[in-house]
């Protein structure tokens, strides 16, 4: 069965250092999402990604979020300076359709110190 | 306000019972609500879909109903088993973007 796959599954790191999620979304969706969960809390919307641009964005998602898709395959989520109160879940989800089910990766558990 | 609530207390069941979640909303019109299972540590997986105009959509032991008038989803899961442990969430379509309840822990006790 196809799935979405995200690495790093858990990634450490100090505040202030730049961090790449990559995730790998099922090969023939064309809707991508970077969400996140912090321990214990619901599950927030970051970003949706349509036909290679930002369709939409939450306020947590601000400027020291970015998210690319540099080839076919890959869909990354940038946070350029990383705060103590980015440590959550990271999760990638990715739909066949704008209101279809959400395949959603394992999740990168990121840590920042 | 805008406001999606689930039960935010755990919910205990006896195997083999029927356990039934709540979600409610208020000031939202979604076109259709979602409901995923989550377990500890890993990503939500998607259950089943109801759109706005569908009273009741069942898939195996699950069912869930969509009232717009009460604007409650209830979703049930018949013959309840402890595999069925983990936590549900409910989630809002409206304008092709999810809105997501906090989700309500269900325990099944054998």
């Known amino acids: 069965e196809p799935e979405v796959t995200q690495t790093p599954s858990h990634q450490v790191t100090q505040m202030g250092q730049e961090v790449i999620l990559r995730c790998v979304p099922i090969?023939?969706?064309?809707?991508f999402y970077w969400y996140r969960q912090i321990l214990g809390q619901k599950v927030e919307f970051l970003v949706s990604?349509?036909?290679?641009?930002?369709?939409?964005k939450s306020e947590i998602f601000d400027d020291q979020f970015s998210v690319e898709r540099p080839d076919g395959s890959n869909f990354t989520l940038k946070i350029r300076s990383t705060k103590l109160e980015d440590s959550a879940m990271y999760f990638c989800a990715s739909s066949g359709g704008a209101s279809g089910e959400l395949f959603f990766g394992e999740g990168s558990r990121l840590t920042v110190l | 306000s805008q406001k999606i609530e689930q039960n935010s207390e755990a919910l205990n069941i006896q195997e083999g019972k029927t356990a039934t979640l709540t979600c409610n909303y208020t000031n939202y019109s979604p076109a259709y609500l979602q409901w995923y299972r989550q377990d500890p540590g890993r990503g939500p997986v998607f259950l089943l879909l109801?759109?706005?105009n569908e009273k009741e959509k069942r898939k195996e032991r699950l069912k869930v109903t969509f009232d717009t008038t009460l604007k409650q989803s209830l979703f049930h899961i018949t013959a309840s088993q402890p595999a069925d442990s983990a936590t549900y969430l409910c989630?809002?379509?409206?304008?092709?973007?999810?809105?997501w309840g906090a989700g309500t822990k269900l325990i099944i006790k054998p």
């Open positions: 090969s023939n969706h064309l809707y």
């Open positions: 990604f349509y036909n290679n641009e930002i369709s939409e």
């Open positions: 989630a809002l379509g409206v304008n092709y973007q999810l809105i």
């Open positions: 109801i759109r706005e």
